[in-house]
């Protein structure tokens, strides 16, 4: 008869470890908000010993009420569980697409030049769709902020990329060659941007994995356009990966 008891003592401690993960994340989001244990129990009508026990991971919280820490914590309850790492024995965790996007798309643009920078802004801002803007001015920056996405609270994650391909410290091309082939940020679409269209480029940045190449036009209307578009699109019609859980 075969022993299973190790298996499931690696599996008990996956577990253990899971519910420890949450604990630290409810935590975390907690102090973010300012709230005490106390303040935080009152709102869920529980006592403020349960909620430490939630913190330290000795209790499992189950669904319903992790559904409602969620709410008074005001996050998507797959925020308790990112940045979770999980043994690869057994079938792997499914993970479910939302259909409909929670937040607003977080894009990160990187420019150097104010003018270009405050025209992107201002057409993002033009296209009417819920968007937060983030913005880096050099190549340097743009990977010390991609490379640090786990330190970030999930609502503030990098869904897209707006890419000039002249940058400051790393081009834009060096910053792309170098996110496709981090695994931990590959996934993110980056759009290169660029005040005129050279082929080799334009070669060289979809030979790269970028999800797109456009110039950048000197007819505002025409620019606004193409954001609008950018933006419709990556929130509106594309899957990403911040919509699973």
């Given at each position: 008869?075969k022993?299973?008891s190790?298996?499931n003592t690696s599996k008990d401690?996956e577990?253990?470890?899971?519910?420890?993960?949450v604990g630290?994340?409810?935590?975390?989001r907690?102090?973010?908000?300012?709230?005490?244990?106390?303040?935080?129990s009152?709102?869920?009508?529980?006592?403020?010993?349960q909620v430490?026990?939630?913190?330290r991971?000795?209790?499992k919280?189950?669904?319903?009420r992790?559904y409602?820490?969620?709410n008074?914590?005001?996050v998507t309850p797959?925020?308790?569980f990112?940045?979770a790492k999980l043994?690869?024995?057994g079938?792997?965790?499914?993970?479910?697409?939302?259909?409909?996007r929670?937040?607003?798309?977080?894009?990160?643009?990187?420019?150097?030049?104010?003018?270009?920078e405050?025209?992107?802004r201002?057409a993002i801002?033009a296209?009417?769709?819920?968007?937060k803007i983030f913005?880096?001015?050099d190549?340097?920056?743009?990977m010390?902020?991609?490379?640090n996405?786990?330190?970030l609270?999930?609502?503030d994650?990098t869904?897209i990329?707006?890419?000039d391909?002249n940058i400051p410290?790393?081009?834009?091309?060096e910053?792309?060659?170098?996110v496709?082939?981090?695994r931990t940020?590959?996934?993110?679409?980056?759009?290169?941007?660029?005040?005129?269209?050279?082929p080799?480029?334009m070669e060289?940045?979809?030979?790269?994995?970028?999800?797109?190449?456009v110039s950048?036009?000197?007819?505002v209307?025409?620019?606004?356009?193409?954001?609008?578009?950018?933006?419709?699109y990556?929130?509106k019609?594309a899957?990403?990966p911040?919509m699973?859980?």
């Open positions: 008869m022993d299973f190790d298996k401690k577990i253990n470890e899971l519910d420890s993960h630290r994340r409810l935590k975390q907690r102090e973010k908000l300012g709230l005490s244990q106390t303040e935080l009152n709102l869920l009508d529980i006592s403020y010993q430490q026990k939630y913190e991971g000795e209790n919280i189950p669904a319903g992790l409602q820490l969620a008074a914590l005001k797959d925020y308790f990112e940045g043994s690869s024995d079938p792997q965790r499914k993970k479910y697409l939302q259909l409909e929670e937040r607003p798309l977080n894009i990160l643009i990187v420019e150097d030049n104010p003018v270009d405050m025209l992107t201002d801002t296209s009417g769709l819920e968007a913005v880096v001015h190549g340097g920056q743009a010390d902020y991609l490379k996405q786990d330190s609270d999930y609502s994650r869904d990329v707006l890419l391909i410290k790393r081009n834009g091309l910053v792309l060659k170098e496709k082939r981090d940020i590959q996934h993110i679409p980056i759009i290169m941007l660029t005040n005129s269209i050279n080799e480029d060289a940045s979809y030979k790269q994995n970028a999800s797109g190449y950048k036009s000197f007819n209307a025409e620019f606004n356009d193409k954001i609008a578009l950018i933006v419709g990556w929130s019609v899957v990403l911040s699973q859980y």
